[in-house]
Nanobody
């Protein structure tokens, strides 16, 4: 599977963005999917993950309640809804996928990565 993230941009603090991750290639529903982000001068961090069927989701503690991960397997697309964004959410957001289960929020669990989309939150 190949991934392409989109939907980033400039948003004011308190606003919302929906990021998309379009997948091409093999059956998307076989792949667990995740979102990570990397801010300048910081390490890449886990944001959220979702099982292939979409029935199970999990989040980094700091994202719970503000971010929502989802997917539409019929459209081969995953999403990350970001609400009540803060300046510290500014980062490049990456989607990733792996054939099988990824449940620990580790980047090493994921074998395929999209190119990233920039999210900038102004105060």
């Amino acid at each position: 599977v190949q991934l392409q993230a989109s939907g980033g941009g400039l948003v004011q603090a308190g606003g919302s963005l929906r990021l998309s991750c379009a997948a091409s290639g093999r059956t998307f529903s076989l792949y667990d999917m995740g979102w990570f982000r990397q801010a300048p001068r910081k390490e890449r961090e886990f944001v959220a993950g979702i099982s292939g069927s979409g029935s199970t989701t999990y989040y980094a503690d700091s994202m719970k309640g503000r971010f929502t991960i989802s997917r539409d397997n019929a459209k081969n697309t995953g999403y990350l809804q970001t609400n009540s964004v803060k300046p510290e959410d500014t980062a490049v957001y990456y989607c990733a996928a792996t054939l099988g289960a990824a449940t620990r929020g580790l980047s090493s669990e994921y074998h395929t990565w999209g190119q990233g989309t920039q999210v900038t939150v102004s105060s």
